[in-house]
């Protein structure tokens, strides 16, 4: 199956607020609520952020959200902070496969 | 503790054979759907196989007649036996455990595969 769709790079400043797209089809992410989203440090197994498109595992920021809208799922990041710089990954269910399928990842970058 | 710990990486020859295994603590791998991702060097993830806790088990199409996900119950652990690797199998292959639909909530610290001669 293809790999989400996903912006290469994103950027912001400390206490600003940014947004990572993750594009699909109406047979994965726009099907299903069943996006989720990861954060990887380099050389660290990734983490997860948010599931099931909106819900938080205990322990992470409320300053990270997820949203959706038709085939495309969001993750906002507000008030920036140096350990946000990180790759995000998402993830969505899809009928062709009983595996998910993740997006190509983002470089996060905090100025 | 909840926490998932690999091991069994290494060097391999083209054509050859490796066995990575996933000790879990804190859970129960059987009552779990368990997971292999991997990630290939400066690359992204990518889901390899899966296997139910009622035991039915799912691979990417590359890796289909290659590699064989498994668990032994008794030592609460998850192997991924891989043969006939090639060059683009190189890879960190992270064990993962599934909270709900696509979601991976425990995640080991991944060990290193290359294939190369």
């Known amino acids: 199956q293809s790999a989400l769709t996903q912006p290469a790079s994103v950027s912001g400043s400390p206490g600003q607020s940014i947004t990572i797209s993750c594009t699909g089809t109406s047979s994965d992410v726009g099907g299903y609520n069943y996006v989720s989203w990861y954060q990887q440090h380099p050389g660290k197994a990734p983490k997860l952020m948010i599931y099931d498109v909106t819900n938080r595992p205990s322990g992470v920021s409320n300053r990270f959200s997820g949203s959706k809208s038709g085939n495309t799922a969001s993750l906002n990041i507000s008030g920036l902070q140096a350990d946000d710089e990180a790759d995000y990954y998402c993830n969505s269910y899809t009928r062709s496969s009983p595996l998910g399928v993740f997006g190509g990842g983002t470089k996060l970058t905090v100025l | 503790e909840v926490q998932l710990v690999e091991s069994g990486g290494g060097l391999v020859q083209p054509g050859g054979s490796l066995t990575l295994s996933c000790a879990a603590s804190?859970?129960?791998?059987?009552?779990?759907?368990m997971n292999w991702v991997r990630q290939a060097p400066g690359k992204g993830l990518e889901w390899v196989s899966v296997i139910y806790s009622g035991g039915s088990t799912y691979y990417v199409d590359s890796v289909k007649g290659r590699f064989t996900i498994s668990r032994h119950n008794s030592e609460n652990t998850v192997y991924l036996q891989m043969n006939s690797l090639r060059p683009e199998d190189t890879a960190v292959y992270y064990c993962?455990?599934?909270?709900?639909?696509?979601?991976?909530?425990?995640w080991g610290q991944g060990t290193l595969v290359t294939v190369s001669s």
């Open positions: 993962a455990k599934l909270l709900t639909t696509a979601a991976l909530d425990i």
């Open positions: 804190g859970f129960i791998v059987s009552d779990n759907y």
